[in-house]
């Protein structure tokens, strides 16, 4: 069936380097990606997309790659900062407006 | 922030107990949505509403009912609860249409105890 999942649980990042999370998907006919943040006591909030139609999209210190040959997607994340600690969830579209969300990867950055 | 807002943040409740969440979207959004999240689980949807139609009830219990009287509001009524109900409770939205986009908006959530 249709599942989004990551690959590692947890990631510990030194300040400064770049952060790489990695998601794998299965539903092949999906066309739409979605990048959460949650930090502590906060709900999930948007930090990028990316349509099927894409093979790479760059923000503001973050890019998503996705590979549809091998269904998978990854957030990265350059220079990054204290504040980046959070859980990171990877989402895809459901249909009808619904996202199926992934169990989340834990970030921490060391000083 | 978000311009979702969730009310309570806590809440504590017996298992007999009767109680509500509220959500309220101020983003002119038309689809509104019920998560739960649980620790180490990914978010369960649970409801969805769309132009204030009920249009998703993801099996969830009984003891579960939501309302949504008009595109900007979203309650949880909660009644005889489980302790395995205690979990972080996700309001969010999103503009469903032609050439809307899939984003959905979060409010912070309502962590729920059940005792």
């Known amino acids: 069936g249709e599942s989004v999942g990551l690959h590692l649980p947890t990631l510990s990042v030194q300040e400064g380097d770049n952060s790489i999370i990695n998601c794998a998907y299965s539903n092949s006919a999906s066309d739409y990606f979605i990048w959460y943040k949650q930090e502590s006591g906060k709900g999930p909030q948007f930090i990028i997309d990316?349509?099927?139609?894409?093979d790479k999209r760059q923000g503001q210190r973050v890019t998503v790659l996705l590979n549809k040959t091998v269904k998978h997607l990854s957030l990265q994340i350059a220079a990054t900062q204290p504040g980046d600690s959070a859980v990171y969830f990877c989402?895809?579209?459901?249909?009808?407006?619904?996202?199926?969300f992934g169990a989340g990867t834990t970030v921490t950055v060391r000083a | 922030e978000t311009g979702v807002t969730q009310t309570p943040r806590h809440l504590v409740m017996g298992m007999t107990n009767k109680k509500s969440l509220k959500c309220e979207q101020h983003l002119g959004h038309n689809a509104m949505y019920w998560y739960k999240q649980s620790a180490k689980k990914p978010l369960e949807l649970m409801f969805v509403y769309n132009f204030k139609e009920q249009t998703e009830n993801n099996s969830v219990p009984s003891r579960f009912s939501p309302e949504c009287p008009n595109s900007s509001h979203l309650f949880l009524h909660l009644h005889t609860l489980q302790p395995e109900d205690s979990a972080l409770y996700l309001c969010?939205?999103?503009?469903?249409?032609?050439?809307?986009?899939?984003?959905?908006?979060f409010g912070p959530g309502t962590r729920l105890t059940v005792t």
């Open positions: 969010a939205s999103s503009q469903a249409g032609a050439s809307a986009s899939y984003e959905q908006y």
């Open positions: 990316i349509r099927s139609n894409m």
């Open positions: 989402a895809e579209n459901k249909g009808d407006y619904k996202l199926s």
